[in-house]
């Protein structure tokens, strides 16, 4: 493999999994299928994308749904049977995150597949895992789910403070009609800004800029621009965390147009955008890298 495919190589891997440190078993075969159009040989790939994986403490879909299968085959091939005890223990190998990795398999692909492998191979179920794999779903694109349900559960205060008194809720919505400087947060508005900008912090350490949609700095600004659109309460701060994410993306356009991966420039700048920050930059950097883009 020469210099030029290599680099074309790992880059590709890296624009799948930068954001949410999942690579599924689509993204993969679409890669392989690129790479092999290139007349780079399988096991080189293979090796590539393993590296590549383990730079960004990512995961296959692939590799864990094997996993998940060889637990299962493991534990029902004998008795055709698939207990409460040994279906937890197989999924709990899967779902959770790995030493060494930010996530595990999808606990919705973990179900799913659970359910077609016992169809297909005859074997019975004595338990209804999806209570159980519904627990798991914080750790679906989030490394550290005890930090995360914290974070969670500390929001709920100000929320519940709001559904204990919808009339005063519905008097402060009403004060904030969009476009207008007259907007007056109250301490719930403040608290609330204050927990989003806690949660977009832990988001951008996780590289979870803008995916998943749910579970992203993103996210977390959005939500605090819906509460104060003008910015009155810690507005540079939720500036210069947005601006950071772009710096982010601008960064790996630059990287990907330098070893001519002009499309996947393109995806960086695109995803920059969806920040509503720097405009004038990532446009600007757009006609920098050759880019022709249609603003709407």
């Not at 091939?77 to 595990?104: W, Y």
């Not at 297909?120 to 349900?149: P, Y």
């Not at 204990?164 to 508005?189: F, H």
């Not at 210069?240 to 330098?258: N, T």
Request: charged share 35%; hydrophobic share 40%.
């Amino acid at each position: 493999m020469n210099q030029s495919d290599l680099d074309w190589l790992k880059n590709r891997v890296a624009a799948a999994v930068d954001d949410d440190f999942y690579l599924d078993r689509g993204e993969e075969r679409r890669i392989k299928e690129e790479a092999a159009a290139r007349g780079i040989v399988s096991r080189e790939i293979e090796l590539v994308i393993r590296e590549q994986l383990d730079e960004y403490s990512a995961v296959s879909e692939r590799a864990l749904v094997e996993e998940l299968d060889r637990l299962l085959h493991q534990f029902t091939d004998n008795d055709k049977k698939l207990d409460q005890k040994e279906e937890r223990l197989a999924l709990s190998k899967v779902v959770n995150a790995a030493s060494g990795k930010r996530v595990g398999l999808d606990p919705r692909v973990a179900e799913e597949y659970v359910t077609s492998f016992c169809k297909a191979n005859g074997a019975s179920r004595s338990t209804d895992t999806k209570k159980w794999l519904g627990s798991q779903m914080g750790l679906v694109l989030v490394a550290i789910a005890v930090v995360g349900a914290a974070i969670f559960f500390a929001t709920r205060p100000s929320k519940d403070a709001k559904d204990a008194n919808p009339g005063a809720a519905a008097q402060v919505n009403e004060s904030r009609p969009v476009g207008t400087n007259a907007i007056k947060l109250n301490e719930n508005d403040r608290s609330e800004i204050d927990d989003q900008l806690r949660r977009a912090s832990l988001y951008i350490e996780k590289a979870q800029y803008t995916d998943p949609p749910e579970s992203s700095a993103k996210a977390s600004l959005d939500q605090i621009r819906q509460i104060d659109p003008e910015g009155q309460y810690r507005g540079e701060e939720v500036k210069g965390l947005a601006s950071k994410i772009v710096d982010h993306y601008i960064k790996l356009a630059e990287k990907s147009a330098a070893s001519n991966d002009l499309g996947a420039a393109a995806k960086w700048l695109a995803r920059a955008k969806l920040l509503n920050r720097d405009r004038e930059v990532i446009l600007e950097k757009e006609r920098a890298l050759g880019l022709v883009k249609a603003e709407r």
